[in-house]
């Protein structure tokens, strides 16, 4: 009969048992679906060696997701540049009901985007770009969505009206697809950053719209209006009475006039073409030797010049056009590319013979060591060798191994795993060891009690000093 009593503490101890026991097997059972869903779209795309997911494992534990804090449920998805080939299938990611964030950008996704993707409940942002994806957006949206990029695909048809009704929208990205028709009318007072460059589409900008640069529909042919330019409405035709009443043809006076008046305009424009030509070939002459001149003096001080351009961070010299080559050696697990190793907070730990050594922390907390070479002279071939033969030497089970590698004429850059073991200091403190080169050169072991040494980069350089 004290159970009755909802205010003893015994009974309210026993209710919470009673419905933790309730729940539990609820909160498992969806955790499982959303693994089951993860482990369908896996199986449904080619992705090669870089998405292991362990099915005996858990999936919080998995690459590129993040459950929350309770481990109940999956709030993540991240797995940009992970070489993802395919379609995605329905009844995969849109059974994620509590997925927040979802990227799949850099990938080679082909086919229509599921519609069961973009009315996730929880969906807050959802980054698709530069991947192969095309057909109709679909017509629903989540209305808690804030970020949408779907740029550098091949999407068709008009851009959805049901845009307008996503209040908290702050990106919209569909640049650099094949949208047409009008712009919808987007009322939204959130959105902060919209880029519909690049597309099909036309008419007129809303006025709503034309508060963006015009960077923000460049590329659309069709369009017009603000900020762009104004639109240009067509000149009505003539009336048939004014169209059908007879001309009286020119007098013949009017022809000789019209004669001598066109000779006279030839002959004058004539020698004005003449003269400026001359001008311009003067002109031209004179740049050419001034410039000659200027060659020979900066040739002399070319030397003193170079040594004094100052040193920059490992991503400053890498080109636009040369972006996403990043290359993996045979058995990494990393899924970023060299976009986002560039984007990448990054901390010198030293510099040596062969270049600086960077700490370097990417946005899905990823961290690794990236060094950037310097006085590197070996070609493309020798230089994809190289790394090759190191990547083979870092399998032994105590040398850190070299994941990756970019190489371009101006920059050369390898990465490795990141080893948290302390300061250099503390490692060699009290260890008899020899070096090749100085300690930011060389590649550590695992074992704090093993070896240092350094191999193969000085095959690279220029530097050969022993």
């Excluded at 933790?20 to 080619?46: I, R």
């Excluded at 993707?117 to 969505?145: A, K």
């Excluded at 493309?380 to 790394?387: G, N, T």
Aim: hydrophobic share 40%; proline share 5%; net charge neutral.
């Amino acid at each position: 009969m004290d159970c009755l009593n909802l205010r003893s503490p015994f009974c309210i101890l026993l209710s919470i048992q009673l419905l933790l026991s309730v729940f539990n097997p609820l909160v498992v059972a969806d955790l499982a679906s959303e693994k089951q869903a993860l482990l369908d779209f896996v199986s449904a795309v080619y992705h090669g060696n870089k998405l292991n997911w362990d099915k005996n494992a858990s999936i919080c534990s998995w690459h590129g997701v993040k459950c929350s804090a309770d481990q109940s449920q999956v709030f993540e998805l991240r797995v940009p540049a992970a070489g993802l080939i395919g379609a995605i299938p329905p009844n995969t990611l849109g059974k994620l009901d509590s997925l927040q964030v979802l990227s799949l950008r850099s990938n080679r996704l082909t086919g229509s985007l599921p519609s069961d993707v973009t009315v996730l409940p929880s969906l807050r942002s959802i980054y698709l770009q530069h991947n192969e994806l095309s057909g109709r957006l679909p017509s629903s949206f989540s209305p808690s969505l804030s970020v949408i990029d779907f740029s550098y695909n091949s999407f068709t048809g008009e851009v959805p009206a049901s845009l307008q009704n996503l209040t908290q929208l702050t990106v919209l990205n569909l640049q650099d697809n094949s949208f047409s028709g009008s712009i919808p009318d987007l009322k939204l007072h959130s959105l902060k950053l919209l880029n519909l460059s690049n597309n099909e589409l036309k008419g007129s900008i809303p006025r709503s719209l034309q508060i963006f640069p015009k960077g923000s529909f460049l590329g659309n042919p069709g369009l017009c209006g603000l900020p762009l330019a104004e639109c240009s409405f067509p000149s009505p035709t003539p009336s048939p009475e004014s169209s059908s009443s007879p001309q009286s043809p020119p007098s013949p006076h009017h022809y000789k006039k019209l004669g001598m008046g066109f000779i006279i305009a030839v002959a004058v424009g004539g020698f004005a073409l003449l003269m400026l030509v001359v001008v311009v070939l003067i002109v031209c002459f004179s740049k050419r030797k001034g410039k000659d001149e200027i060659d020979v003096d900066s040739k002399s001080k070319g030397t003193a010049t170079r040594s004094e351009k100052p040193k920059q961070e490992f991503s400053s010299g890498v080109q636009i056009a040369e972006k996403n080559k990043l290359v993996f050696l045979e058995g990494c697990t990393y899924s970023f590319d060299l976009e986002d190793l560039l984007r990448a907070s990054a901390e010198v730990l030293g510099k040596g013979s062969y270049g600086t050594a960077y700490k370097a922390i990417l946005e899905d907390g990823t961290v690794v060591v990236v060094k950037r070479l310097k006085d590197v002279v070996a070609g493309k071939r020798e230089f994809e060798q190289q790394m090759e033969l190191i990547g083979r030497l870092g399998k032994h089970a105590n040398l850190v191994p070299l994941r990756a590698y970019y190489y371009s004429k101006d920059e050369k850059l390898i990465v490795y795993d990141y080893i948290d073991t302390g300061s250099v200091s503390a490692m060699l403190h009290g260890m008899l060891f020899h070096c090749y080169r100085h300690i930011t050169d060389v590649v550590f072991f695992k074992n704090i009690n093993d070896v240092i040494c350094q191999y193969s980069i000085q095959e690279l350089t220029t530097d050969q000093h022993s």
